[in-house]
């Protein structure tokens, strides 16, 4: 089955600091690929949509100079925290859309991210 | 726009008996699929059942099935025999494509524990 994994898995960083986490897709390609933010018990929230060799694309609300995306390959996105901040705190999930199955993604394992 | 709305926000049930989870869902689109996912504890998202909304019979996977109602928007998920392995988060999740194409749209959430 397609895989998608997620890099670090959990990551502790300190205020002001940047993190980066990178999000491949190991047996398939993926055009497209999506960040989400999840808190605890509660749903995720979609962040941003990113498209192979092109901009992203972010959800109202998302600050885009805070949150960079960039999505180099058709196997690999990665999503930057910069000047990361205690609020930031998070668990971050991926998402890749198979070209050839595009009604259907699959998902990283998560990055938790903790801000100190 | 499209919506996923979960109403049961916590659900328990003993092993071996059947639970049903709701979901009602909008959206103009003609096509779209629906999936329910869980998330286990460990936190990775996993597809427990797909439908694609053109298809009348509704979808089964070993013991988890559901019941499709397209006239009202409903989708909801019976798991049958419970086991200890489905205690989870499960989340109503709608691809309805169009100007929102790739996009899954997630309900709220239900924790689900199964009580041995």
């Known amino acids: 089955g397609a895989v998608v994994s997620q890099h670090p898995s959990w990551v502790i960083c300190k205020s002001g600091t940047s993190v980066k986490i990178e999000c491949r897709s190991l047996?398939?390609?993926?055009?497209?690929m999506f960040w989400y933010r999840q808190f605890p018990k509660q749903s995720l929230m979609l962040m941003a949509t990113?498209?192979?060799?092109?901009?992203?694309?972010?959800e109202q609300g998302v600050e885009k100079d805070k949150f960079l995306i960039n999505h180099a390959s058709l196997t690999l996105s990665t999503l930057t925290v910069t000047s990361a901040h205690p609020e930031d705190s998070s668990f971050y999930i991926c998402?890749?859309?198979?070209?050839?199955?595009?009604?259907?993604?699959?998902f990283g394992p998560g990055t938790r991210l903790t801000v100190t | 726009a499209q919506t996923v709305t979960q109403s049961q926000p916590e659900m328990s049930v003993q092993e071996a008996e059947t639970v049903t989870l709701s979901c009602t869902y909008d959206?103009?689109?003609?096509?779209?699929?629906l999936f329910w996912y869980k998330q286990p504890p460990s936190r990775q998202m996993i597809l427990v059942i797909r439908?694609?909304?053109?298809?009348?019979q509704n979808a089964t996977e070993n013991r988890f099935s559901v019941n499709f109602q397209k006239a009202a928007k409903s989708f909801s998920l019976k798991i049958s025999d419970s086991q200890l392995g489905d205690t989870a988060m499960y989340f109503c999740?709608?691809?309805?494509?169009?100007?929102?194409?790739?996009?899954?749209?997630f309900g709220q959430g239900t924790i689900l524990t199964v009580h041995p």
């Open positions: 990113s498209n192979e060799g092109s901009k992203a694309t972010y």
């Open positions: 047996d398939f390609q993926a055009t497209t």
């Open positions: 998402s890749a859309m198979d070209s050839g199955r595009a009604y259907e993604q699959y």
């Open positions: 439908q694609e909304a053109y298809k009348q």
């Open positions: 999740v709608a691809n309805a494509g169009g100007t929102s194409y790739g996009k899954l749209t």
């Open positions: 959206t103009s689109e003609n096509n779209y699929y």
